[in-house]
């Protein structure tokens, strides 16, 4: 009996059973088949391996099972084969068991055994490749690394189809030389199912219908014949046509010539235009026109002075003969302007190309077949909690999916919500975040993808969203959880407050922010103010014409600077009311339409403002971008946190508007007076749940991703949304700066570079007698000192808003002016002796 698969002969085994044991008889047969019963061992030991193998055991590629818990039915030895070849053959693994059965067994075939082997070879090698194409369903690849290695090669070489033909034709090949009663089984049935289904459908065919698509590709084939036909005729005759053209004028050219030197009579204007006229004065001129111009004027003699000047006036030379006159020169024609680089002020109001940043990448769709096992393995894991309920939807996003889960009847929100971990455990995940859907009796179950998109800042500002807008001041954020693409409007948040640990991807986030306004609005219409304390996150943004002063760096002077926008953003609001109009949008509307400046019924200055314009002109929008408000409120809290606080309350409607960025969102930085001013918020990863809850109000920051994953508050939203930043490379930033710098200079604004530049020992000397408003400062601390009937630093600090340097200095000035005793030490107050 024969096993026609492999030749295997089972007589052979029947003889051997029923042999007489001998010496002679055993040292023949013994031998080979205990090799070959050992061989069927291992190929029994590889096919259960095969069967129970588990991705979570230990392996040649996966060691994170410290435990080393072994789910295979051959221990340790069968977690290692099985990984070994399901890693390297994928699904064509159980092909290896069949192979080394017949390298073990007799063979009766007529074939090489070195062609079989290839065969073999063949066989796996094309199965491989071709299931390479098919989706990952297992942990590991379909095609195993063979596939992998071998299908983009061969795809590039021969592409898809004829890589499939390929394929096929070695699988028949081998499949031929390793079974040929396989082959024709497998044939057989083939042209079985073919004869059935398929001769019927083509004898059904009309022949008129092949007819008549026989007849189709014959008249394209006459037609584009006759088309080269014509194309050739056509070519042959317009070189003919211009030799006729040029012949005859080399002829008219001849009697032309002849005709001038018979006759004396000079040619007239009209003759010679037509010659003048051939000359391609378009060409640049070259060494061969310079030198047929000086050939041209050799032998040409010049007469004495008085003589010329009575034949010009004449037109006859001395004899009475008519002059001839020689064609004049051609001149030489000039060189084209050289172009000078000048870098002027900023009055080009071309706005930036989208092709400074570089094109989107392809994304991938996310596998079903993962949706569903991390869908199963929800539901696992939560009814090993007593969590029943069904995932009623998906939404996969290019960073995270969402799953929708249903609980039953019964079942509280908080019960559901506290399995983070032990789900982000389950799933293997690095965090996940649930959360209530607004809208639906469903929980979402955020979980990252296994692998994330990259998510480009052109990709975004090629979108509608960004391009439909009409404000100067929207920004491109990134896209939401479910892939679209978001952008917001500035004016109307009216401003931003950014949080998020080192790492996070905060600082890309907001370059992309400033980026987005560059790529929208010319300098004239948006200044930037951007306050740097870290000294490098700005710095590539200086000399760009959108700036108003320099990247300020320096702690004091941003307190400086702060209080110099508070006293900008009061005398807009006077000129808003000098129009009657409310915001700025209306305001500069209004000038527009009076042909860009207005002037004023009645210029004259009034006391309550000396410097009142007599003309306004536009003003532009202002941005004020922190990047770390952090330091700046530990080196100047009051200071800093009034203005930022001034400026939150009062500068929407005159355009001025705050970014603020800070990685230590702590209650010490963001205190009450900021947050309250600031209703759209932005965290990216934190630390912890107490630092989300001080800038989102509630947690949830804590299980982010990082690079860009954040969670956004929306003004008037009730619970944030989760958003993911753009990603922009510095090569891409420098880009669009150069682009900016090549087309104009900033144009300072004075006042501010004024206040910024103020020592700081002029600043230290306003509570002098002569200083302005630094004298009343010292006023109301007297008044404060004599009605409280104490005085200390501490005092003033807290009721006049001032700093400790400046109330201990007011404190020695009153003690100097005999306002109040010496200091008598610990625990004694200071005598006052002015009386109210």
């Not at 034949?311 to 030489?332: C, F, H, N, S, W």
């Not at 946190?641 to 969102?665: C, F, M, N, Y």
């Not at 150069?738 to 700081?760: A, M, S």
């Amino acid at each position: 009996m024969n096993l026609p698969c492999f030749g295997v002969k089972l007589d052979v085994l029947w003889e051997f059973s029923l042999a007489t044991p001998g010496k002679k008889h055993l040292g023949s047969l013994a031998w080979p088949w205990i090799i070959r019963l050992s061989g069927l061992a291992f190929v029994l030991i590889l096919i259960f391996s095969l069967v129970s193998f588990n991705p979570t055991d230990p392996s040649f590629f996966n060691t994170t099972n410290r435990i080393e818990i072994i789910h295979n039915l051959c221990g340790k030895l069968g977690s290692y084969l099985a990984g070994l070849f399901y890693t390297i053959f994928g699904i064509m693994a159980w092909l290896i068991p069949g192979w080394i059965l017949w390298e073990i067994w007799p063979d009766t075939s007529d074939a090489p055994r070195w062609a079989r082997r290839l065969a073999w070879l063949g066989l796996i090698a094309s199965l491989s490749v071709m299931w390479a194409f098919a989706p990952q369903v297992f942990s590991f690849r379909m095609g195993g690394l063979l596939g992998a290695v071998l299908q983009p090669w061969l795809q590039s070489w021969f592409g898809t189809t004829g890589l499939y033909v390929l394929c096929l034709a070695l699988l028949a090949i081998s499949l031929l030389i390793v079974s040929p009663a396989l082959a024709t089984w497998i044939g057989s049935r083939l042209a079985t199912w073919a004869e059935r289904y398929w001769w019927p459908k083509l004898q059904a065919l009309p022949m008129t219908g092949l007819r008549n698509l026989w007849g189709h590709w014959i008249s394209v084939f006459n037609f584009l014949r006759r088309k080269r036909e014509e194309a050739k005729i056509r070519k042959n005759t317009l070189s003919q046509i211009s030799f006729d053209e040029q012949r005859e004028a080399l002829e008219r050219a001849q009697k032309a010539h002849d005709e001038s030197r018979n006759s004396l009579a000079p040619p007239s204007p009209r003759d010679v235009l037509p010659e003048i006229h051939s000359i391609n004065l378009d060409a640049p001129a070259s060494n061969a026109l310079t030198d047929f111009r000086s050939d041209l004027l050799q032998g040409v003699t010049t007469p004495p002075e008085e003589p010329y000047l009575e034949e010009a006036l004449t037109g006859k030379d001395g004899q009475g003969r008519p002059i001839v006159q020689p064609p004049l020169p051609i001149p030489p024609l000039p060189d084209p302007p050289k172009i000078k680089k000048e870098v002027k002020k900023s009055t080009n109001r071309s706005l930036p190309s989208k092709d400074l940043f570089d094109q989107p990448l392809k994304s991938e769709k996310m596998d079903l077949s993962v949706i569903k096992s991390t869908q199963e393995a929800i539901l696992q894991k939560l009814l090993e909690f007593k969590i029943s309920g069904q995932v009623i939807g998906n939404r996969p996003g290019p960073i995270v999916t969402v799953y929708e889960f249903q609980p039953d009847p019964g079942i509280p929100l908080s019960k559901i919500l506290n399995m983070e971990e032990d789900l982000a455990m389950a799933l293997q995940a690095e965090a996940i975040r649930m959360d209530r859907i607004s809208g639906k009796n469903a929980v979402g179950i955020e979980v990252p993808n296994p692998r994330r998109d990259l998510i480009v800042f052109r990709e975004i500002i090629e979108s509608d969203a960004f391009q439909q807008s009409k404000s100067l001041l929207t920004m491109a954020l990134g896209k939401d959880i479910s892939g679209s693409p978001l952008v917001m409007d500035l004016a109307r948040m009216p401003h931003l407050l950014i949080g998020g640990s080192t790492g996070s991807g905060k600082s890309v986030a907001v370059n992309a922010m400033i980026c987005s306004i560059l790529l929208r609005a010319t300098s004239e219409q948006v200044k930037l103010i951007l306050i740097d304390p870290k000294m490098v996150e700005m710095g590539i943004y200086e000399d760009i014409p959108h700036l108003w002063s320099p990247v300020v760096t320096d702690m004091k002077e941003a307190g400086r600077v702060l209080r110099w926008v508070v006293a900008q953003m009061e005398e807009r609001y006077k000129r808003l009311a000098l129009l009657s109009v409310r915001n700025l949008e209306q305001y500069n509307e209004k000038i527009e339409k009076n042909g860009g400046t207005f002037t004023l019924p009645d210029p004259t200055p009034t006391p309550k403002w000396p410097d009142r314009p007599a003309t306004l002109e536009p003003i532009p929008y202002v941005v004020v971008v922190i990047d770390e408000l952090a330091d700046l409120i530990m080196v100047a809290r009051t200071e800093v946190e009034d203005s930022i606080a001034r400026i939150a309350q009062k500068a929407r409607a005159v355009g001025i508007h705050l970014i603020l960025a800070t990685q230590r969102p702590s209650v010490d930085i963001l205190t009450g007076v900021i947050k309250a001013n600031l209703p759209s918020r932005l965290s990216y990863r934190v630390s912890t749940k107490i630092d989300s809850r001080t800038i989102l109000d509630c947690s949830g920051a804590e299980n982010l991703l990082g690079q860009g994953d954040g969670l956004f508050l929306a003004p008037g939203a009730a619970r944030p949304s989760r958003i993911h930043a753009p990603y922009l490379t510095e090569t891409e930033t420098l880009r669009l700066v150069d682009w900016l710098k090549d087309r104009g200079r900033p144009d300072y604004n004075e006042q501010l570079i004024k206040v910024i530049e103020t020592d700081e020992s002029e600043e230290a000397m306003d509570i002098g007698p002569n200083s302005g408003s630094g004298g009343d400062i010292y006023q109301k601390a007297i008044e404060v000192v004599i009605r409280e009937g104490k005085a200390s630093t501490s005092l003033l600090q807290r009721k006049l808003g001032l700093g400790y340097g400046r109330a201990a200095r007011i404190i020695d000035r009153m003690e100097n002016e005999g306002v109040i005793g010496p200091d008598r030490g610990v625990g004694k107050p200071r005598e006052i002796f002015r009386q109210p």
